[in-house]
């Protein structure tokens, strides 16, 4: 069988390879993406579906004064040292250009979320699709992908070959060389012996990502030259319904909500961030906490799929009082009240907080809602390392010629534990690394 000769293969169709296809295609490049999960669930399309684009034409229009310099900041802030340098500054300056790319030339339904706050981000500056989420984000990229005149699409398993020059890829029925070959088939979360491995403390934990975040396609990386940075750094998610098919969504302490164990007491200051928070909600008794907010807090929730879809799940309790409220919860209901007490006081600036939150934003008031949940890994944030265009590099400083990587199968923003992760950096290094590669092909 003769092989064809493409000028890009994109192994995986999640978030990074239709990100870096539709720009390679759009840039006339001729390119095959490959996917044997194709009809599965991916963690683009199970993710909130929002990413930071700070300084993008939407905030501008909609008057938010924000810099991919800003939002640097606030990462440097955040994560420390921990932050991934090789990649950050050229992430942050690609995705006011991925905004761009998807309203005026794939002329995707972007929208500008003005109102969705995050611990950590100093400015509004999350987009989505409309309407928000990922299951519908993911599908206007299938959509686009699927359609595009540069995009050949395959569904079947692929083998590659590294060659002299370039790659061998070979489907039961095809085979394509290419000069470059683009690793996006997601990270290790599916793969226990990977996360026993390299975050021991997730070991056995609940996993809320897709199945096929298996390290296969990493592996590749690694077989011909490249090596790893990062890898015990993952997004974790303290916001997750029990049994990980449904979440409230991160924004909730950031809004003035709480978080409680069945003594009804605090345990930790909800302002560190949905990621961080996983370790702290498992530790608690039967590893869950009751989040309690307010009807309030709710009518800013309109635009965050997450909650939303939670509410249809009926993962949400309501009850005009906090006696109500407890009995529904089962849990303590004299610890409950002391707890609120104390948080209505503290929220008003009559006290300081004893376990160190800075700002509870708002009082709570009946009537009062809440929802338990548990802590959750998301999705790895270890990987190949790659240099700001998402080049795989090789230990000795030179790159493993041809082979690109984005999205979970190269190292991400933020190391070290799930400190490190600020909301967004999944999808800001996926839409932004593939970004620049597709920009970067000759
Ligand atoms: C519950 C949850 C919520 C999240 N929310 C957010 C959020 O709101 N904002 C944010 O920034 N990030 C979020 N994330 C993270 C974000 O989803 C990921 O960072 C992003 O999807 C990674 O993109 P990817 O392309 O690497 O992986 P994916 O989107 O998972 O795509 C990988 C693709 O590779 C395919 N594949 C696997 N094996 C092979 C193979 N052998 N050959 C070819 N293809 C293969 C898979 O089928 C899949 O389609 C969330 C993640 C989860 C799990």
Redesign the pocket.
């Given at each position: 069988m003769l092989s064809q000769q493409v000028d890009l293969v994109v192994?995986?169709?999640?978030?990074?390879?239709?990100m870096g296809a539709l720009a390679a295609a759009e840039r006339g490049l001729q390119v095959i993406l490959?996917?044997?999960?194709?009809e599965?669930s991916?963690?683009?399309?199970?993710?909130?579906?929002?990413?930071?684009a700070a300084g993008s034409s939407l905030q501008a229009k909609a008057g938010v004064l924000d810099s991919p310099g800003n939002w640097l900041a606030d990462l440097r802030a955040f994560a420390g040292s921990s932050l991934n340098e090789r990649i950050a500054e050229s992430v942050a300056n690609a995705l006011p250009e991925v905004v761009n790319f998807l309203i005026h030339e794939l002329d995707a339904p972007i929208q500008f979320l003005s109102d969705v706050v995050s611990t950590g981000h100093t400015q509004c500056r999350f987009h989505s699709s409309t309407p928000s989420g990922?299951k519908s984000f993911?599908q206007s990229f299938r959509t686009r992908s699927l359609n595009h005149p540069g995009i050949e699409f395959s569904s079947r398993?692929?083998n590659v070959e590294k060659m002299a020059q370039g790659f061998l890829v070979s489907t039961p029925d095809r085979h394509w060389q290419t000069r470059h070959l683009m690793l996006?088939?997601?990270?290790f979360?599916s793969n226990p012996q990977w996360v026993s491995q390299h975050i021991p403390s997730m070991r056995g934990a609940l996993y809320?990502?897709?199945p096929?975040?298996?390290a296969?396609?990493l592996a590749l990386g690694l077989q011909w030259g490249g090596y790893l940075s990062g890898m015990d750094g993952f997004?974790g998610?303290g916001h997750?319904h029990p049994g990980g098919v449904t979440?409230l969504g991160m924004a909730i302490p950031a809004m003035g909500g709480i978080m409680v164990n069945r003594m009804g007491e605090r345990f930790v200051r909800e302002d560190i961030g949905p990621s961080a928070l996983a370790p702290y909600v498992m530790a608690q008794p039967g590893g869950v906490a009751l989040e309690v907010f307010d009807a309030h807090i709710e009518n800013g929730l309109t635009n965050h799929s997450a909650y939303q879809e939670a509410v249809q799940a009926h993962r949400v309790m309501r009850a005009d009082d906090v006696p109500t409220l407890a009995a529904l919860a089962g849990v303590d209901v004299h610890g409950l009240q002391a707890t609120l007490d104390s948080v209505q006081q503290t929220a008003q600036g009559l006290s300081r907080d004893a376990l160190g939150r800075d700002s509870f934003t708002h009082v709570l008031r009946s009537p009062y809602l809440a929802s338990w949940v548990t802590g959750?890994l998301?999705?790895t944030q270890g990987g190949l390392v790659t240099d700001g265009d998402g080049r795989v590099c090789a230990r000795e400083g030179q790159w493993v010629h041809g082979l690109w990587a984005?999205?979970?199968?190269a190292a991400?923003l933020s190391g070290q534990g799930a400190e490190g992760y600020l909301?967004?950096?999944?999808?800001?290094?996926?839409f932004g690394l593939a970004w620049r590669m597709a920009q970067s092909l000759d």
């Open positions: 192994l995986g169709a999640g978030a990074a390879g239709m490959i996917d044997p999960h194709f599965q991916n963690n683009f399309a199970v993710s909130g579906g929002l990413f930071p990922g993911h398993f692929a996006a088939g997601g990270g979360g809320n990502g897709a096929n975040n298996d296969s396609v997004q998610q997750t979440r959750a998301s999705h984005a999205g979970g199968c991400g909301p967004g950096n999944g999808l800001a290094q996926s």
